[in-house]
């Protein structure tokens, strides 16, 4: 089984949310089960100097295809090189200002182009894939540039989240090389917008999602964010696949970030790191304060104005409060503000920093997820995983992997009356001692790896091609 795995980010070359953790891992998942899994990837600079030894083994009509391994998994990767669309610094997405760049279409039309041409008659590699497995909207427009070019390998298109949509101006639809039948109804349009989301959910032979309870969610006109007629009239095409997380890059008994190491039978050594993160981010050295913690992309999705609105009531009963994140400059100011006027007990960093991510993850006792809506989550199985029990909203992957009072805390309502008890029954078993270390080793205990999920992948991908 032949898989090309296109993808706009990836670990650990170049991040910005939950999509790089996955793109890291499953591939290594896929490939452990025998598959000749390959990586497709814009050449941003980050990649191309982490790859340090790519070489060059084709010309595209635009640029070219570099090839190498990935650093710890040693999957193949290819790296589109062409500098006028990638050689950006920073967010991949996004310029200086914060805001989108303004050839995005372009830019991530050539990596799903590429894609389409890697999986054509006239591929310019000898290595021809049987599944061409996109990832949210970058790499939406390959099932219909397939389609069009006739293409024998059949598609998968994961939606990671369906709140971003790649819609542009129509005007798009002939610059990217799609012909213009391409934009109707039935096909890449979407209310008057070309869309590459629409585009991938239209023309690919299967649809997945990060989570059983998102796949259901997003076909409902609450949660479908205007795809849910389209969803719900495949979905006998669609199915929901819980994500899994990197047993390597994630273990508390030998995280390089980690100041200390612990695992479920030495629980005590957890208390070490918390040492040090209190330490580092200037909260006062108690022992026994319970100390919250954060690690988020700061937007409407993950719900941290509830976070905000019930800090008080939580400082109040001696709790600290760790925040790491950034986006929404509203978001960024709010925690800013509350750990000025808290100091001490809250303490907020604006920025993307991965050790400090892994050192919350382990030095934090209460683990804070209380988002409006999320596709699957990675930092609650990671919060379990590290014996950080996480308070949660019981929404999409948040509901399908943290089980209520046994493995962490879940609240239904999306309000901060409703995240407030939920931190409460955290807070009272924290204080009980005993309950808070069986739902600690209970999560330290649970299997978050890609094993099972893997399998289902290569099995969707077996059903697709007959094998
Ligand atoms: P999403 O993809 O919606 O942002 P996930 O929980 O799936 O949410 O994944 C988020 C990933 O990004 C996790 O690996 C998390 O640790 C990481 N992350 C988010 N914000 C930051 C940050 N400011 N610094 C470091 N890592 C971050
Ligand atoms: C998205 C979602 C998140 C998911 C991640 C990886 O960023 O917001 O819930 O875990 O993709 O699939």
């Not at 293409?151 to 798009?172: C, D, L, R, Y």
């Amino acid at each position: 089984m032949r898989i090309l795995f296109v993808t706009s980010e990836i670990h650990p070359l170049i991040k910005t949310g939950g999509l790089a953790d996955v793109s890291g891992s499953l591939p290594a998942a896929l490939k452990a089960l025998g598959a000749d899994v390959r990586i497709l990837v814009p050449g941003y600079p980050g990649v191309l100097r982490r790859l340090g030894n790519a070489e060059e083994i084709a010309r595209l009509p635009e640029g070219r295809l570099l090839y190498s391994t990935m650093p710890d998994s040693g999957v193949p990767v290819m790296a589109i090189d062409h500098p006028p669309f990638f050689w950006r610094e920073g967010n991949p997405y996004l310029d200086d200002r914060g805001s989108d760049w303004w050839d995005n279409p372009a830019r991530f039309g050539l990596l799903s182009r590429t894609a389409a041409h890697l999986a054509s008659s006239d591929s310019p590699i000898d290595w021809n894939p049987d599944i061409v497995h996109c990832n949210d909207w970058q790499s939406g427009l390959a099932p219909a540039f397939m389609k069009f070019r006739g293409s024998a390998a059949k598609t998968v298109m994961t939606i990671h989240n369906i709140a971003f949509q790649g819609n542009f101006s129509p005007e798009w639809v002939e610059k990217v090389g799609l012909p213009a039948e391409s934009y109707t109804m039935h096909g890449a349009e979407f209310h008057g917008h070309f869309s590459f989301l629409k585009a991938g959910l239209f023309y690919s032979d299967a649809i997945t999602t990060v989570s059983p309870s998102y796949a259901r969610e997003i076909q409902t006109s609450a949660m479908g964010c205007g795809m849910e007629g389209l969803l719900f009239s495949r979905s006998r095409d669609v199915r929901g696949i819980l994500n899994g997380i990197d047993l390597e890059e994630w273990n508390p008994a030998a995280d390089r970030h980690l100041p200390a190491h612990y695992d479920a039978s030495s629980l005590d050594a957890k208390l070490e790191v918390k040492r040090e993160l209190q330490r580092s981010m200037g909260l006062d050295q108690e022992d026994h304060a319970p100390l919250f913690g954060v690690v988020s992309r700061l937007t409407y999705q993950k719900g941290l104005d509830l976070v905000a609105e019930c800090a008080q009531g939580l400082f109040d009963q001696g709790a600290q409060l760790v925040v790491l994140g950034s986006g929404d400059h509203e978001f960024e100011r709010i925690f800013l503000q509350l750990s000025e006027s808290h100091p001490g007990r809250c303490s907020a960093r604006i920025g993307f920093d991965e050790g400090l991510s892994h050192r919350i993850m382990a030095g934090a006792d209460i683990f804070l997820m209380p988002s409006r809506f999320e596709p699957c989550g990675l930092n609650q199985m990671y919060g379990m995983h590290y014996g950080t029990p996480p308070v949660v909203r019981t929404t999409g992957g948040l509901a399908d992997s943290v089980s209520d009072g046994a493995t962490g805390f879940s609240f239904g309502a999306a309000n901060s009356h409703e995240l407030y008890l939920a931190a409460n029954r955290a807070l009272s078993a924290y204080r009980q001692g005993d309950s808070f270390r069986k739902i600690q080793r209970n999560g330290m205990e649970s299997d978050f790896g890609w094993g099972k999920s893997a399998r289902e992948y290569l099995d969707l991908y077996e059903s697709l091609t007959g094998r």
